[in-house]
DNA sequence: TCTCCTCTGGAACGTCGTTCCAACGTAGCT
DNA sequence: AGCTACGTTGGAACGACGTTCCAGAGGAGA
C-alpha cells in the first residue's frame, strides 16, 4: 500500500473533522469516517490529536475564533455588543454541534477569547470597573445558553415538518392545557406561534442592556427595544 | 436462573438510573451496569424505555419536575423569581448531569413545567401582556444556560485540586496576559479569583430583573443588589 | 388443564474510541 | 554510499457500548 506523499497537520484534520461535523452532524464524526476522507487509518490520527474530545475542542475552538475574528469599531457601545453577541449566536447556530461541546466546560481553554470580546463591549458601556467581571460573566452565560438552546430546538423540530407547522402545533398544543393547572402556558401560545428566535435572542441582549443601564442611571439609558 | 418475583416498572428504572448517574457522572450509565443494579438483563429494561436518550430524558424530567415542584408562595414577585431560579441553578449542581440533557433539546418535552414556573412569577412581576413569551423564555434561557456552564466548570475544575487554588492558577494566568491583546481579561483576574459562583448567578438574575423594571419604569424600580 | 400473552434476561451483533505495532521514509552520521 | 535512529504511517485488533433477538418463565382467562 502506497504511503501519503505530504504528512498528516494538525490542522488539516481539525478542518476535515469541522467539514465533517457540519455536513453530517455530531454524530457523523467517526475517527474511521475522518480517516477515510483523509485517505489514512485511524491510527494516523492519534499521532497529532489525543482523542476525540482534543478533536472537537479544538474544531470548537476554530469556530468560535473565526466568529470572534474581527472586533466591530462602528456604531454605540450598545450596537457593538449586540454585533458580538449575534456573531456568537449565529456561528452556533450554523454548527449546531457545537451545542454539546459548549456545554462540557472543555471550551474552558476557548473561552478567554469570548472574555476579551464581550469583556471589550462592556467596559465601552461605561460599566464600573467593579463590575466588570460579573456582568461580562453573565453576558457570557446567557449569549452562549441561549445560543445552545436554539442549535438544540433547531435539531428536535425539523423532523415533524416545517418550521410555521411545527411552532403552530405547539401553540396549539398550549392553548389546549388545563386553564388552572397551566394559567400561564396557555396565554403564550400565540406568542409562540408567531416569534423568531433571533428577534427573541435580541430582545434579550436588550433586556440586559437596560439592565446594565438601571444599574448606573447618571450616565444614560440603553438603546432601544 | 430465578426469575424476579416483581415485576420491573419503568418508575424503578429511571429512579435507580438517577442513582447511577448522581453517583458516576454521565458516563458511568450504562445498560450493563443498569441491568445489574436492577438483578436482571439488559433486554428486560427494553421493554419498559425505548432506548437511553428516552432514559435520560426521563431522568432529566424526573429531577426538573422536583425541583419545580413546590411553587414559593412567600415574599415579593422578585423574590419568588430568584427562588425558582436558584431552585433550578441548584438542581443542575447537583446533578450535572443534566447539564448534557438540557442541552440536546430533548427536554421540549419538561419545557412547559419550567415555561410555567417561571412565566407565573413574570407575571407576578407585571410586565405587560405581549412581553409575557419574550420575557420568560429570556429568563429561562438565562438560567438554564448559567446553569449548565456552571455545572461544566465544577467537572473541569476539581481535577487540578482544589477550589481556591484552580481560581488562583486561572486568575493569576490571566493577569500575566499581553497587556494589548488581552487588554480586559488582564484586569479582571482579582475578580475571577474571589468570586461565588452562586452569587454571580444571582447578580444576573438581579441584572435581568432591573432590566424588566426599567422596561416599565411607571409602576416601581426592582430590588436587590 | 391448556393456551395465550406479557415480561424476562442472557446471548449475540455491529459500531465506536482507542491501542498496538510492523513497516516505511527521511535525516544525520560514519 | 551505506547504515542507523527516529518520526510517522495505517491497518489490525481490543474492549465497551447501545441495541436486537429470542427462548422461555409465569400468571390470567377459558
Known amino acids: 500500500m502506497p504511503r501519503r506523499s505530504e504528512s498528516l497537520s494538525r490542522e488539516q484534520i481539525v478542518s476535515t473533522a469541522v467539514g465533517i461535523l457540519d455536513a453530517a452532524g455530531a454524530g457523523g464524526l467517526t475517527f474511521r469516517v475522518l480517516a477515510e476522507r483523509l485517505a489514512t487509518?485511524?491510527?494516523?490520527?492519534y499521532w497529532h490529536v489525543a482523542n476525540k474530545d482534543e478533536l472537537l475542542t479544538a474544531a470548537t475552538d476554530a469556530v468560535v475564533?473565526?466568529?470572534?475574528?474581527?472586533?466591530?469599531?462602528?456604531?454605540s457601545p450598545e450596537d457593538r455588543v449586540r454585533a458580538v453577541a449575534l456573531g456568537l449566536f449565529d456561528a452556533v447556530d450554523q454548527h449546531p454541534w457545537m451545542a454539546a461541546q459548549l456545554s462540557t466546560g472543555t471550551?474552558?481553554?476557548?473561552?478567554?477569547h469570548v472574555l476579551e470580546a464581550v469583556g471589550r463591549q462592556v467596559r465601552a458601556l461605561g460599566v464600573p470597573r467593579a463590575d466588570w467581571f460579573v456582568t461580562t460573566t453573565v453576558l457570557i452565560q446567557y449569549i452562549l445558553g441561549a445560543a445552545v438552546q436554539?442549535?438544540?430546538n433547531a435539531q428536535a423540530a425539523p423532523r415533524v415538518g416545517s418550521r410555521g407547522e411545527f411552532?403552530?402545533?405547539v401553540a396549539t398544543a398550549w392553548e389546549e392545557l388545563d386553564a388552572e393547572e397551566w394559567s400561564f402556558t396557555r396565554t403564550i401560545g400565540d406568542?409562540?406561534?408567531?416569534?423568531?428566535d433571533r428577534e427573541q435572542f435580541l430582545a434579550g441582549i436588550d433586556l440586559a442592556l437596560r439592565g446594565i443601564a438601571a444599574s448606573r442611571p447618571q450616565v444614560r439609558a440603553a438603546g432601544g427595544a
Open 150 to 152: 436554539n442549535a438544540a
Open 41 to 45: 487509518g485511524p491510527g494516523a490520527i
Open 65 to 75: 475564533a473565526r466568529a470572534l475574528a474581527e472586533e466591530p469599531a462602528s456604531g
Open 167 to 169: 411552532l403552530d402545533a
Open 191 to 196: 406568542q409562540m406561534r408567531h416569534h423568531d
Open 107 to 112: 471550551w474552558q481553554a476557548t473561552s478567554p
